[in-house]
T-cell receptor
Framework: GAGVSQSPSNKVTEKGKDVELRCDPI?????LYWYRQSLGQGLEFLIY????????KSGLPSDRFSAERTGGSVSTLTIQRTQQEDSAVYLC??????????????FGEGSRLTVL | SQQGEEDPQALSIQEGENATMNCSYK?????LQWYRQNSGRGLVHLIL?????REKHSGRLRVTLDTSKKSSSLLITASRAADTASYFC????????????FGRGTQLTVWP
């Protein structure tokens, strides 16, 4: 596609419900990243995929958070039993990770999650 | 933990003035990147400077890198109201695995 696509753009859910956030990266990009941004804050790293594998899951805040990537393309971030502190904008980015360098990341517009 | 620390946290200037934002980091890096984020939007890449480079230009943007001081600056010349946004620096902490570490950003407001 032309850019990184995320859905839904907005999600309001009740505490305790599960949510799924989807990211469709730029075609051909091998690396995919999930970040979280709380109001007025910087970006908190969640997880990174190279192909379908996740070499770095160190940023996932708890075992309620999980992510997968299939076919080296679309990724889904799942939050189980949502809590109010999960409210944030979840940003997905992709890049073509060449050898020996971390290049430019292309970000989606984000999924704004509000947990009531 | 934050790798990049931008300062100032907020900057307010008039159109036509130059805006300078700084970023400090703690570890070795392969490259440092600057991103811009308009309110409610995703981040947009502005410029990448490699560790063996000292200065880079792109249009009205000028980025410098001082690896001895572990710092970088982003200069926007002749600012416009449309430059109003948050600006973030990001580093790779010397890793080639692809993860970028972002600072908290500088909120720039340019008044017409």
């Amino acid at each position: 596609g032309a850019g990184v696509s995320q859905s839904p753009s907005n999600k309001v859910t009740e505490k305790g419900k599960d949510v799924e956030l989807r990211c469709d990266p730029i075609s051909g990009h091998t690396a995919l990243y999930w970040y979280r941004q709380s109001l007025g804050q910087g970006l908190e790293f969640l997880i990174y995929f190279q192909g379908n594998s996740a070499p770095d899951k160190s940023g996932l805040p708890s075992d309620r958070f999980s992510a997968e990537r299939t076919g080296g393309s679309v990724s889904t971030l799942t939050i189980q039993r949502t809590q109010q502190e999960d409210s944030a904008v979840y940003l997905c980015a992709s890049s073509f990770l060449g050898a020996g360098d971390t290049g430019e990341l292309f970000f989606g517009e984000g999924s704004r999650l509000t947990v009531l | 933990s934050q790798q990049g620390e931008e300062d100032p946290q907020a900057l307010s200037i008039q159109e036509g003035e130059n805006a300078t934002m700084n970023c400090s980091y703690k570890t070795s890096i392969n490259n440092l990147q600057w991103y811009r984020q308009n309110s409610g939007r995703g981040l947009v890449h502005l410029i990448l400077i490699r560790s063996n480079e000292r200065e880079k230009h792109s249009g009205r943007l000028r980025v410098t890198l001082d690896t001895s001081k572990k710092s970088s600056s982003l200069l926007i010349t002749a600012s416009r109201a449309a430059d109003t946004a948050s600006y973030f620096c990001a580093t790779d902490r010397g890793s080639t695995l692809g993860r970028l570490y972002f600072g908290r950003g500088t909120q720039l407001t340019v008044w017409p």
